[in-house]
């Protein structure tokens, strides 16, 4: 049964920091992960898949890798800002159930100090 | 414009009562989600839709039930609602058909509290 775990739980950095969040699975037979952010009260937001072919991807301040064969991705953000506090989620598409399934970790809350 | 669209947002109701929460989404997707967020922000599926097909139900109680009148919209019924129902749940939605390359797309959520 596929499980995703993330830490840390929680981490609180100043302004300017760079940071990384962690993501391990415990099924490396996915289609993909994806990278989420949740604000508070809000719905959750995209910002990078990774399919299982790919090693990383990129976008601004964000690059996302994937090892599939370990069962890691990581989240690493650049310059940290205040704007960035929020909850991180890692999720991934199991190819067990067709793609059709979408396992989450319970997200890594950050708060960046201004 | 929305591109995943939940009514309502907020949902206040007494135990045993039935409700429903309504989904849409114009992006001219096949598969449609309904997802679970608990008082510990853990998120579960619940429901897959494709084609207005039920493909996944992740063993969720019976009193539960999804519907699907076309492929823009999957509806949620929930009867004889009880306290551990209380949570916010999220409507999403992709492409179907190549999963490995698709985002899903997220609805801002519907918060249900029972009482």
């Given at each position: 049964k596929q499980e995703v775990t993330q830490i840390p739980a929680a981490l609180s950095v100043p302004e300017g920091e760079n940071l990384v969040l962690n993501c391990s699975f415990t099924d490396s037979a996915i289609y993909n992960l994806q990278w989420f952010r949740q604000d508070p009260g809000k719905g959750l937001t995209s910002l990078l898949l990774i399919q299982s072919s790919q090693r990383e991807q990129t976008s601004g301040r964000l690059n996302a890798s994937l090892d599939k064969s370990s069962g890691r991705s990581t989240l690493y953000i650049a310059a940290s800002q205040p704007g960035d506090s929020a909850t991180y989620l890692c999720a991934v598409r199991p190819v067990e159930t067709g793609g059709f399934k979408t396992i989450f970790g319970a997200g890594t809350r950050l708060f960046v100090k201004a | 414009d929305t591109a995943v669209s939940q009514t309502p947002k907020y949902l206040v109701t007494q135990m045993g009562n039935d409700k429903s929460i309504k989904c849409e989404q114009n992006l001219g997707h096949d598969t449609m989600y309904w997802y679970k967020q608990d008082s510990k922000k853990f998120l579960k599926i619940m429901f897959s839709y494709n084609n207005k097909e039920?493909?996944?139900?992740?063993?969720?109680?019976?009193?539960f039930s999804p519907k699907s009148p076309d492929k823009a919209h999957l509806n949620l019924h929930i009867n004889s609602l009880e306290l551990g129902d209380s949570a916010v749940y999220f409507c999403a939605s992709s492409q179907g058909l190549r999963l490995a390359e698709e985002t899903q797309y997220f609805g801002p959520g519907t918060r249900l509290l029972v009482l």
């Open positions: - | 039920l493909i996944i139900n992740e063993t969720v109680p019976n009193r």
